[in-house]
């Protein structure tokens, strides 16, 4: 026979090795774990708070702000004039100030003017007033 036909020769023989003994490991118990309670998260302000517009009723003008005002002040009545002397829809006080008589046109625009000098928009005067109860 030659060389390539031999048969294949027996590989080395196998060593047997020690397995070490592994110690159990003790089993862990368990425990359920409740939940916090939830606790209610307040959403946060915002720095300006909105103020709601008031509606308008006619007989004082289509300014909602001013109305609102107006009703309060004199209810909507040019010609008014308070204990202490104050005078018109906005009661300007002193009433010597209002530089006009009667006149709705005349006085919502002195009450404007004051308004927007004062505090910047009626919508301002508005918040001013619902925190004061005046202006």
């Given at each position: 026979m030659?060389?390539?036909a031999l048969?294949?020769?027996?590989?080395?023989?196998?060593?047997?090795?020690?397995?070490?003994?592994?110690?159990?490991?003790?089993?862990?118990?368990?425990?359920?774990i409740?939940?916090?309670?939830?606790?209610?998260?307040p959403?946060?302000?915002?720095?300006?708070?909105?103020?709601?517009?008031?509606?308008?009723?006619?007989?004082?003008?289509?300014?909602?702000?001013?109305?609102?005002i107006?009703?309060?002040?004199s209810?909507?009545?040019?010609?008014?004039?308070?204990?202490?002397?104050?005078?018109?829809?906005?009661?300007?006080?002193?009433?010597s100030?209002l530089?006009c008589?009667?006149d709705?046109?005349?006085?919502?625009?002195?009450f404007?003017n004051y308004?927007?000098?004062?505090?910047?928009?009626?919508?301002?005067a508005?918040?001013f007033?619902?925190?004061?109860?005046?202006?």
């Open positions: 030659s060389a390539a048969p294949p020769t027996d590989p080395a023989p196998i060593q047997l090795t020690k397995i070490a003994i592994v110690k159990k490991i003790p089993t862990i118990k368990s425990r359920v409740k939940p916090l309670a939830k606790v209610p998260v959403a946060p302000k915002p720095a300006v708070q909105a103020v709601a517009r008031p509606s308008v009723v006619s007989g004082c003008g289509d300014n909602s702000y001013a109305h609102f107006y009703e309060h002040e209810g909507c009545n040019t010609g008014a004039v308070n204990a202490l002397g104050c005078r018109g829809i906005g009661q300007a006080c002193p009433g100030k530089p008589g009667a709705y046109a005349c006085q919502n625009a002195y404007t308004a927007i000098s004062t505090y910047g928009s009626w919508a301002n508005y918040s007033w619902l925190a004061h109860s005046w202006w």
